[in-house]
């Protein structure tokens, strides 16, 4: 047996979405999936005899370098209403250019898995994101020119990429104005994590899904709080005994140097004490709670490159 070298195939890309310009970090790849509705033909006499596809859409994921001021476009479902449209009335192309000089295009994309987001010295900020790519606005699911298409243009080089907008700081944490809490570090930094329930909007029959609406959001953050008193932990994960009894959060700030990060109302959710050789107070978790101001729901999670006027 012999094998030709040049057939096995590597290759970089960049891709763009929603006015943004995104490089995969570390060594991840950019990965294109696609996904399909089956139904099975199938009989009682011959079992299984073959398949028909009844939907189709592609979901394309990365990891996306830390470049902070991409962050508008990475959590942009932040701003989407309950049960509101992730794609909006027009639709958002999603491209991925190689640096052969191929450029996919999808004609209709929704981020439908938002990165975990980092705050700590030295370490990347996002995790891995996942988008939908649909049928695109009053398209023809027979034609696959109407998710996607293939072209052959110059790669356009890495003008986009910035270093300097890589922000790895350690950052400071607020939650009120008491001590120790308004003003601690983390043992490692934080993980903020925004969980979103993205649920397929099929066109019809024979259609497909055309869109997803977004059906729940979560935000939560984690860390390991530094000088933080057993009593003073307890004290907020108790602050309501009564067993069914609300509790109104707190906003918790984390910032640095160019990242002001705010969830909204959050409330101490779980921890954990240990005796050993460990901290005492071990990881906690915050969850941001919704709030109304003059009858507009406030956002679970902010992220600024600066504190608000």
Same mark, same amino acid.
């Given at each position: ?15 763009? *979405? ?15 999936? !696609? ?13 299984? &005899?073959?398949?028909? &596809?009844?939907?189709? $859409?592609?979901? /394309? ?9 991409? +962050?508008? @476009? ?5 701003? /989407?209403?309950? =049960? ?8 958002? !192309? ?16 929704? &981020? ?11 370490? #990347? ?8 790519? $649909? ?11 109407? %998710? %996607? ?6 790669? !356009? ?5 910035? #270093? ?21 570090? @983390? ?6 994590? #925004? $969980? ?10 024979? &259609?497909?899904?055309?869109? *997803? ?11 390991? !709080?530094? =000088? ?29 140097? =160019? ?15 240990? %005796?050993?050789? +460990? ?15 003059? =009858? /507009? ?13």
């Amino acid at each position: 047996m012999t094998i030709d070298r040049t057939l096995i195939l590597r290759e970089r890309a960049q891709l763009t *979405y929603d006015g943004e310009t995104f490089f995969s970090g570390g060594n991840t790849p950019i990965v294109v999936t !696609p996904v399909f509705g089956r139904a099975s033909i199938q009989t009682t006499s011959h079992g299984k &005899i073959e398949e028909r &596809i009844t939907d189709r $859409v592609y979901r /394309v994921s990365l990891t996306p370098s830390g470049q902070w001021a991409h +962050r508008d @476009a990475l959590y942009g479902p932040l701003e /989407v209403a309950q =049960g509101g449209s992730l794609i909006g009335a027009t639709d958002k !192309p999603l491209v991925i250019h190689t640096i052969s000089g191929t450029k996919f295009t999808f004609n209709c994309a929704a &981020i439908t898995k938002m990165p975990t987001l980092t705050l700590a010295a030295g370490q #990347p900020m996002f995790g891995p994101m996942e988008f939908m790519c $649909v049928l695109e606005k009053n398209g023809d699911p027979s034609s696959i020119a109407d %998710y %996607y298409s293939t072209a052959s243009v110059s790669y !356009p080089g890495d003008d986009d990429f910035d #270093p300097a907008a890589h922000l790895t700081l350690a950052v400071n944490a607020v939650w009120g104005d008491t001590t120790p809490w308004s003003s601690f570090l @983390a043992e490692t930094g934080w993980v903020i994590e #925004p $969980v979103m329930q993205a649920t397929p909007e099929p066109g019809g029959d024979g &259609i497909g899904t055309v869109d *997803y609406k977004l059906a729940n959001l979560t935000v939560t953050a984690k860390a390991v !709080p530094v =000088g933080i008193t057993k009593a003073a932990w307890l004290a907020k994960l108790h602050e309501a005994t009564a067993l069914g009894a609300r509790r109104t959060g707190t906003d918790l700030i984390l910032s640095a140097s =160019g990242i002001y990060v705010k969830l909204n109302a959050a409330i101490l959710t779980d921890g954990d004490a240990g %005796y050993g050789d +460990r901290k005492l107070v071990g990881q906690c978790t915050w969850e941001a709670t919704r709030t109304w101001t003059t =009858g /507009v729901v406030n956002p679970l999670l902010t992220l600024l490159a600066a504190a608000p006027a």
